[in-house]
């Protein structure tokens, strides 16, 4: 896959302030890659120096194998993007936000008619074409800002915290349409998020931030690979461990270490998913009632809190 | 260049306009103040209420100076035997015409108000900045927005004006005597400057001022030159001749020049997203 999106050491202030130091990120043609981090990371800068409308103080940004400043107009032609707010024309209809937003796009007159119907076929407004955006929900806004952004048929689309502001549920809808846009049109999308969970499901990698910066980025096994490679298995059986088998476990190789959590319930931590088959043999043979065995993995918001919080502790 | 985000910048920016009644309220009550209601008070109201246009011409001190110190060229257009039309060509031909010059002002200034920083306020300017469009296409857009119906509406305001200047006191006249000479440089020379004067301030202090009604409120305040116009007329320091616009519209298109240079500086990706740190 060829790199479309190089951000190399770059630095960008507002005023005195920078909001991005040493900020480096790659992302390649067809991956959906998350951008996470708290408020005030850089997210929503990144965003903005990545479609040029941001001059970097120092470093190099190039998207689609151009320098971004000097080609601002082409990248945002070939890029869409989703606002942290919606940045809907309230007082016009959702067919005259598409139309406007069609026609600075460049599309044709012919082509933005068609896009806008499919657009909001796509994302259920069609019945809504004609209603001024300020009668319309959050998440129905949400929607037809995601339209917005897909309306030229962008080859990169950027999503900056799409869920925010949202019900559970108009979050849910968002959620399913991202993951269709990712799944079904196979386009490289950057989702700016702090919603860990949404970028679990959704992206093939993620890259944290913090103060500006990338604190480190990869697929989730990567980095749980670099963060927290060990699997934590939970096993609960119906009477309480006896010594023996406590020292059983803890000689086993695959085994770094048993905590015993309640009197019937240990937490094992495990190199590979090997181990696992072993235990519940050794108890399936010792007669013991099995409960329950769940491996654990670390999950995202496990690698981010403690890359967040190890960031916190080389502060201090 | 690419004319076709230009105009529909512009034709975005007036169907929002026309949806904020905030925007066009003032834009409809002053023309009618101006327009059609003083009109009709001087030529059909007073001489209904057979109010002697003598007693209006010296019940005020400053209008009988104004008409005593009047430059020639000027004072031939009153006829001094007819009391009725010397009223109506004082007061109206003379007298409130820079109160005309506040409707270009106000149009521009609301519309460039609700343009700019009310595109701000509602948080929808990003959405635009990542459109293709450079910076001077939206710029373009946005002051096509507000010059061509401020100009538009003010052309329409005079051709209403003169109409109903001279059919309402047709009686007394028995002829077409509006526009008066000095109206044609006032409308024409002065009125566009005005209209980008108002916007290049609006853009200006749209910088500064994130909200519609804070930007319009201060940008407003330009409508204190034509305050000061209207005193020195009626101070006798300052009369509107021909000459004398055609030297004020001069130096209103530099200054106008000046500010539109500070504008397209002001007004570029960078800045406009400055008020928004992420």
Not at chain 2, 258 to 275: D, I, M, Q, S
Request: hydrophobic share 50%; glycine share 6%; net charge neutral.
């Amino acid at each position: 896959m060829s790199e479309i999106i190089h951000c190399r050491q770059v630095e960008f202030r507002y005023d005195q302030e920078f909001a991005l130091k040493d900020f480096s990120f790659h992302v390649r043609r067809g991956e959906v890659v998350a951008l996470l981090g708290p408020n005030g990371a850089g997210k929503t800068t990144s965003v903005r120096v990545m479609n040029g409308l941001l001059p970097v103080d120092a470093g190099s940004v190039s998207v689609f194998g151009m320098p971004v400043y000097e080609n601002g107009a082409e990248i945002r032609r070939r890029s869409g993007v989703l606002t942290e707010t919606p940045a809907l024309y309230e007082r016009l209809s959702a067919m005259q936000n598409l139309h406007f937003f069609g026609t600075m796009a460049d599309l044709e007159k012919g082509e933005i008619a068609a896009r806008s119907k499919l657009m909001l076929d796509v994302f259920g407004l069609a019945e809504r074409a004609d209603d001024r955006v300020d009668t319309f929900s959050k998440g129905m806004k949400q929607r037809l800002a995601i339209a917005r952004a897909m309306l030229h048929d962008p080859e990169l689309l950027f999503l900056d915290e799409p869920t925010s502001d949202l019900d559970p549920e108009a979050a849910r809808q968002v959620g399913d349409t991202i993951r269709e846009i990712s799944a079904r049109e196979k386009r490289t999308v950057i989702l700016c998020t702090h919603r860990l969970f949404e970028a679990e499901q959704v992206c093939d990698r993620v890259a944290i931030m913090k103060k500006g910066r990338v604190m480190a980025s990869g697929t989730l096994d990567d980095l749980r690979q670099a963060v927290s490679p060990q699997i934590a298995v939970r096993v609960r059986i119906a009477a309480p461990f006896l010594a023996d088998e406590i020292a059983w476990l803890k000689k086993q190789s695959g085994i770094s270490a048993v905590d015993l959590v309640e009197k019937n319930e240990i937490i094992l931590k495990v190199a590979d998913e090997t181990a696992t088959p072993l235990v519940v043999a050794y108890f399936v043979n010792k007669g013991a009632s099995i409960l329950a065995v769940e491996p654990k993995r670390a999950s995202l918001e496990d690698i981010y809190m403690h890359l967040q919080q190890n960031a916190r502790k080389e502060k201090a | 260049m690419n004319t076709r985000r230009v105009v529909a910048i512009a034709r975005k920016d007036w169907i929002e306009v026309r949806q904020n009644k905030y925007a066009w309220m003032p834009m409809l009550i002053l023309p009618m103040i101006f327009v059609v209601l003083m009109p009709l008070v001087f030529t059909l109201i007073l001489p209904a209420l057979a109010v002697d246009p003598q007693d209006v011409l010296s019940s005020d001190q400053d209008i009988e100076f104004f008409i005593n110190q009047m430059p020639e060229a000027m004072l031939r257009h009153i006829d001094l035997d007819k009391p009725m039309e010397a009223m109506i060509v004082t007061m109206l031909g003379f007298l409130f015409a820079p109160m005309f010059l506040i409707l270009p002002l106000m149009y521009a200034t609301i519309i460039a108000s609700e343009s700019f920083a009310g595109e701000r306020e509602r948080k929808t300017i990003e959405a635009l900045l990542y459109t293709p469009a450079s910076d001077a296409e939206l710029l373009l857009g946005k002051v096509a927005a507000a010059a061509i119906p401020s100009l538009a509406a003010t052309w329409i305001g005079f051709v209403i004006y003169t109409l109903i200047l001279n059919i309402a006191p047709y009686a007394h006249f028995q002829r077409i005597w509006f526009p008066l000479p000095t109206w044609w440089p006032l409308i024409f020379w002065i009125t566009p400057a005005l209209v980008v004067l108002g916007i290049a301030l609006t853009v200006i202090i749209s910088a500064k001022v994130q909200n519609f009604l804070g930007t319009y409120q201060t940008s407003g305040s330009v409508v204190l030159l034509v305050v000061a116009l209207f005193a020195g007329q009626i101070t006798g320091a300052l009369y509107l001749s021909v000459m004398v616009e055609m030297i004020i519209g001069a130096v209103l298109w530099v200054a106008a020049g000046v500010l539109g240079l500070v504008a397209v500086r002001t007004f570029n990706r960078k800045a406009l997203l400055a008020g928004s740190k992420q």
